[in-house]
């Protein structure tokens, strides 16, 4: 296919500075259709910043963004609907889209919560509402798919099986996906692309060279090193020369 | 007997009642309740201006609200007051100032209860006029930005990022209150026209599902608290704009009603 290598949002040394603090510097990453980069490090590290930047909700920055496609769905780490506006899932999904009542249920389905399509959005669980932002994200088909931290607050089994239908979807959809995750087990094996933050780009490569670099073992410590060891052996690629990675 | 000045009188309460409907939801959704107050007490200024200059009203208090608005936008940028105590500066300083300038212009006869709480009796067919050209103006420019507006209002940072122009939507709203309180300034006076925005959608919220039926019954609670304000004011003889507010207060306590059934229900 001629567009599996087509750059969706590019970044060039972004940074993005708040009350003259940086939140984060020097950060170059591209997002290319079809691949999955995940953001890892540290809390107040800056991986949400860069999102952020990725997004451009952040507008004065350092650096450069290039963004190359327009159909973006997101999932922000943290959203409240104040009780002043009564909002239904289903309303809630046509927020940014025109959408027709199929795509919403079968959106709603892929992340198991069709039942709670004529719900308050006040009335959720936090997982429930976790489901429900994904389940928004990805029904307007987008290119580009931003998710930051998308399933806390979701049970273990239902993890599992979200980051199951992240993976289907960068597929499916064949949309480039920014992941923000501190769960390492599951991350790394998704991942195309690992980023380690902290405050700038500790190292960043495929899960298992950023697993073996010296910063993300400082970073993390030495057992976060061997649990992604561990998963090297459950992997259905290869890794070359350069660092790309290659499906067996 | 229905008279000329009261017919006139429902036309204009109509006309405001169909678009502070669907603002005042924004404005209790946003909470923006203050900072209507804010730009309605400046409308007095703005009223002195087209009286000291021979100006016409709307069109008067509709600019210097918006100018209002703008001092406020960048005394928040400036300064690091909270935004309440911004407020009421801008609120009590203009509404002050208004008042001082009203002093100076002795040669003018202001009836400055019929500014402050509304008066039916001063709505003439170009007020009227003015307020259903103005009102639709108002609620079509309202439809075109209604996408960005109201995932902004759900939340600011969804609506950057997948495209849309809060920041726009957000100037416009702006500009689209300072031109709700021009046109019903007459009518509610500039001390109730929050409570026109506010009292309706308040009710609303307690028994809507949807931000659909909230602005629906918002404007259908407008509309009966005209109807039923202006039915009042013509029986005793009461100023038309806190009748108005009254009679929305009224449907306001009857939605308790039906909030607390569903709470109990819920139980």
């Known amino acids: ?248 | 007997m229905l008279d000329d000045f009261f017919i006139r009188a429902l036309l204009a309460g109509i006309g405001v009642a169909l678009v502070t409907g669907p603002l005042g939801c924004f404005v209790v959704w946003r909470r923006l309740s203050y900072f209507g107050d804010t730009l309605a007490h400046s409308a007095l200024l703005g009223v002195t201006l087209a009286y000291s200059l021979e100006f016409n009203i709307a069109l008067s208090v509709f600019i210097i609200s918006a100018l209002i608005a703008l001092i406020l936008i960048n005394l928040q940028k400036r300064t690091n007051l909270p935004g309440d105590a911004l407020l009421g500066l801008l609120a009590h300083s203009s509404l002050a100032v208004g008042l001082v300038v009203i002093g100076f212009l002795s040669f003018i006869r202001f009836d400055i209860m019929g500014l402050l709480f509304g008066d039916i009796l001063a709505v003439n067919v170009n007020d009227i006029i003015i307020i259903w050209i103005g009102g639709a103006i108002i609620l079509l420019v309202l439809k075109y930005i209604w996408k960005s507006l109201f995932a902004s209002t759900v939340n600011y940072e969804l609506a950057e990022a997948e495209g849309l122009d809060p920041d726009k939507a957000k100037a416009i709203f702006t500009i689209l209150m300072a031109a709700i309180i021009a046109i019903s300034i007459k009518m509610v006076g500039l001390l109730l026209i929050t409570g026109m925005l506010i009292i309706p959608a308040a009710m609303a919220r307690n028994i809507s599902n949807s931000p659909q039926q909230m602005i629906l019954f918002s404007v259908i609670g407008g509309l009966l608290s005209v109807i039923i304000g202006l039915f009042t004011s013509l029986e005793f003889n009461t100023a038309s704009g806190p009748s108005i507010i009254a009679a929305s207060l009224f449907l306001f306590i009857l939605s308790l009603l039906k909030i607390k059934q569903s709470i109990k229900l819920k139980n």
């Open chain 1, 1 to 248: 296919m001629s567009f599996e290598n087509k750059i969706l949002v590019k970044l060039k040394d972004a940074g993005f500075r708040f009350n003259e603090k940086w939140l984060v510097q020097g950060v170059s990453l591209q997002v290319e259709k079809g691949k999955i980069v995940t953001l890892i490090g540290p809390n107040g590290s800056g991986k949400s910043t860069t999102a952020k930047i990725a997004l451009g909700i952040y507008k004065k920055i350092e650096g450069e963004v290039e963004k190359y496609t327009n159909k973006i769905g997101y999932v922000p780490q943290k959203i409240s609907i104040d009780w002043t506006l009564p909002l239904r899932v289903k309303d809630f999904m046509l927020l940014t889209d025109h959408l027709d009542d199929r795509t919403i249920s079968e959106a709603l389905s892929l992340t198991g919560v069709t039942h709670l399509k004529d719900k308050n959005l006040g009335d959720l669980s936090g997982g429930e509402f976790q489901r429900v932002l994904l389940a928004r994200a990805i029904s307007k088909k987008p290119e580009l798919l931003v998710l930051d931290e998308p399933v806390q607050g979701v049970d273990f089994t239902g993890e599992i099986a979200l980051y199951e239908l992240i993976k289907k979807i960068s597929e499916d959809l064949n949309c480039g996906i920014l992941l923000i995750s501190h769960d390492l087990h599951t991350v790394m094996s998704a991942t195309d692309h690992v980023v380690c933050l902290n405050g700038h780009v500790c190292c960043s490569g495929s899960p298992i060279d950023v697993a073996k670099n010296m910063e993300y073992k400082a970073l993390f410590g030495e057992q976060a090193s061997q649990t992604l060891s561990i998963y090297e052996h459950k992997h259905d690629h290869i890794h070359t020369s350069e660092g790309k990675i290659k499906k067996n």
